[in-house]
């Protein structure tokens, strides 16, 4: 099973090749509260990104170490991306998945502002 993403205007796609998760984040980072994303971590690995050249926009804060990608037309953020112990790793936004009822994921709360 995979799960389906894209933004709004369907410039940006992508496949995660992961079951539908139980549970997901909802960060208060100052980044994540203003766009509202509910994250799912994967392997960077276990996703394939589709993406016209410059259709998708990166932005970087704090310390640097995320790479949050946005569509650069409509500015939906279908993931980021970076490493945690040396392992490269993805999250998406579930938000973006096509045909996921969010109801049946646990939405957990996560600190990400303290960090």
Same mark, same amino acid.
């Given at each position: 099973?995979?799960?389906r993403l894209s933004c709004h205007c369907g410039a940006v796609v992508a496949d995660a090749a992961v079951e539908v998760p139980a549970e997901a984040i909802e960060c208060n980072c100052s980044i994540c509260r203003r766009k509202g994303t509910i994250l799912s971590a994967m392997?960077? !690995?276990d996703l394939t990104v589709e993406a016209a050249p410059g259709a998708l926009a990166t932005y970087? @804060?704090?310390k640097h170490v995320v790479q949050h990608h946005?569509?650069?037309t409509c500015g939906c953020t279908v993931f980021a991306e970076g490493e945690v112990r040396g392992a490269r790793m993805a999250m998406i936004n579930?938000?973006?998945a096509? !045909?996921?009822d969010l109801s049946r994921v646990k939405i957990i709360p @996560? !600190?990400?502002?303290s960090m």
């Open positions: 099973m995979s799960i392997s960077r !690995d970087r @804060f704090n946005h569509c650069n579930l938000r973006c096509e !045909d996921l @996560f !600190d990400g502002a």
